[in-house]
Every structure is written in structure tokens, then in C-alpha cells.
């Protein structure tokens, strides 16, 4: 049997890969809005399994199946036997002999691991608590439809550093040899673990003016994740100097850009006039989800030029 790639993080990818992926993505853009029709996935289907809620998520991986000519089925804990104490080796071996591609939005990054091992077909991270490497595509391909390519830019991640958003920040810096700053508090900046393993192209900050003097790019997260309810007030208290601002945004650089992946809080991790104001991407990193993910599903189902090339 060929070996099965699965996505679970990005630097599931190598740097050619990724590269190979956003241009590609660009071009599945392009010829979408050309009308130029393309359905090679005619007659396989994408399971999408949601332990989180999801707006972005669902609909671009659902829109995006339909647009390849697939078919896309929506999966929850409480209508499958997941919810009821299947295993999660179980449920990937009974799904992967049924449908052709499996997304998971899910807590647990070990659990998507399991799940992976045991899946006969290609295994898309929708999201986990350790990376949001889908999120990552779409920001890297905004990013590159607008400056060509990342090598050298200087991009500040403010807020929670030990996030999964961060974490996937610190992954595509190592992959695509850009500078990225990260600006927390103390306690929520990188782990030991993250700076190990993808520490050298980022810096760490507890000022978020000093992140983000003269960047390219500044983005951020909410500062409470869902499973993190509860320390909603008192993070809210410590996260107040980390608020993306007009103050905040003029330290970087003329011409630099704002992205937050959603949904967004204003008045809280960013303010109304930066998200709307006109150096804000989001409605563009919004839609780049549809764009970067059918790139993504093309790839691991071996479709493509990139399949062709062997990238």
C-alpha cells in the first residue's frame, strides 16, 4: 500500500512543498474566479469530524470539496459513535475504508495523532490545541499574493505566545526563513518545547511596542480559546497591553499589514479602527481558507501539478 500523507501540522511539509502549495493555491484562486472548471475529485467524499465549533472551517472545506467535484459529510461527537466511547483507532478505521479524505477539528493533538496512525486515507488537521496549520496556509498565501514571498520579512505575532496560532507562526518562520516576533505576557509565551524545536527564526518579547517596531506584518488571536473560558477575566487583565491598536500598529513599519485569523473580539485583542481600517487583510485570509485548503486537499490525494512534479 503507498504510503498515506497526512497533514497534522506544518511542518508535516518541507519547504518546497509549502511553497509548491501556496502557488498552487493562488492558481486554484485564479481559475475559480476565471470559471474555469475543475473536478477531479468527482465521486470521493471528505469527512469532516467537529469536536470544536466551527464558521470558517466547515464552510471552506465543505464549499471547497463541492468546487473539486467531491462530496463533503459533516461529523459530530453526538451523532457518531465517538460520542458514545468508540475508540478513536476504531472510528479511523472504519471511516478511512469509507471515504477518501478525513478533517478533524478537534482539543487533543495526541488524539488526531492516534487517529491518524490508524487512518488508511490522507488525515487534515482542522484545528487541534497545539497548531492551526490550515490557518497558517491562508495566511502564508495572502501574504504571498501580496509581497511574492516571505524570505526576509519581519512579522510580529501579538498576544497569546503558547497558542496553537503562535506555535504554527513559529513553524512556517523555520519553513519559509522569516523573522517572526512574539509578544506575551509572562506565562504565556512559547513553551521549552516549541523554542526547541522551532526557535531559531523567532524572538521573544514581553513588550508588544518593541515586537513590533518596523514589521511587515502584525497579527493576532483572541486571547481566550475555546476550553479556556474560565480564565477569561483574568486573562482579559493581563493581556490589556497587548491590545492591537492604532498606537501599537503605527510602531511598524509604513505600508505594514494586519491579519487575525477569527473570529475577533474588538475592543479586546485588537480594536475596531486597525481590524476595519485599511491596512487590515482579514476578509482576504478569510477567504484564502477555501483557496489553500483545496490546494492541500488536491495534494495529499496525489491530484495536481505538484503530484505531477513529485513535490
Known amino acids: 500500500m503507498k504510503s498515506v500523507r497526512h497533514f497534522l501540522r506544518l511542518q508535516d511539509l518541507s519547504p518546497t512543498e509549502l511553497q509548491g502549495l501556496l502557488a498552487r493555491a493562488i492558481e486554484l484562486k485564479r481559475m475559480l474566479r476565471a470559471g474555469e472548471q475543475y473536478t477531479p475529485f468527482a465521486q470521493r467524499t471528505l469527512a469532516m469530524i467537529f469536536e470544536k465549533s ?3 472551517t466547515r464552510v471552506s472545506f465543505e464549499t471547497g470539496m463541492a ?12 451523532d457518531t459513535q465517538l460520542g458514545r466511547g468508540e475508540s478513536i483507532e476504531d472510528t479511523a478505521r472504519v471511516l478511512s475504508r469509507m471515504v477518501d479524505l478525513i478533517m478533524i477539528r478537534t482539543f487533543s493533538h495526541a488524539g488526531l495523532e492516534t487517529f491518524a496512525s490508524a487512518s488508511r486515507v490522507p488525515v487534515i488537521n482542522g484545528l487541534s490545541d497545539d497548531h ?7 495566511d502564508l498565501m495572502t501574504a504571498q499574493e501580496l509581497w511574492g514571498g516571505l524570505s526576509g520579512r519581519k512579522i510580529a ?3 497569546d505566545g503558547a497558542n496553537n496560532m503562535a506555535r504554527s507562526w513559529m513553524e512556517a518562520a523555520q519553513l519559509l526563513d522569516f523573522e517572526l516576533r512574539i509578544a506575551a505576557p509572562e506565562g504565556f509565551q512559547p513553551s521549552a518545547d516549541a523554542e526547541r524545536e522551532n526557535g531559531s527564526h523567532t524572538q521573544i518579547f514581553g513588550d508588544a511596542r518593541a515586537a513590533v517596531a518596523g514589521v511587515d506584518l502584525v497579527v493576532t488571536d483572541v486571547w481566550t480559546s475555546m476550553g479556556q473560558e474560565a480564565e477569561n477575566a483574568e486573562r482579559r487583565a493581563l493581556f490589556a497591553p497587548f491590545q492591537v491598536n492604532a498606537a501599537l500598529f503605527s510602531q511598524a513599519r509604513s505600508g505594514a499589514v494586519f491579519m487575525h485569523c477569527l473570529p475577533a473580539h474588538r475592543g ?3 480594536t475596531a479602527e486597525v481590524i476595519d481600517g485599511p491596512h487590515s487583510l482579514v476578509w482576504e485570509e478569510a477567504e484564502n481558507r477555501l483557496h489553500a485548503q483545496k490546494a492541500l486537499m488536491e495534494f495529499l490525494a496525489g491530484f495536481g501539478p505538484l503530484a505531477e512534479q513529485g513535490v
Open 54 to 56: 466551527s464558521t470558517r
Open 67 to 78: 468546487q473539486l467535484g467531491g462530496h463533503a459529510l459533516f461529523l459530530s461527537p453526538r
Open 132 to 138: 492551526h496549520p490550515c490557518q497558517l496556509l491562508a
Open 157 to 159: 505575532f501579538i498576544g
Open 268 to 270: 479586546e485583542e485588537v
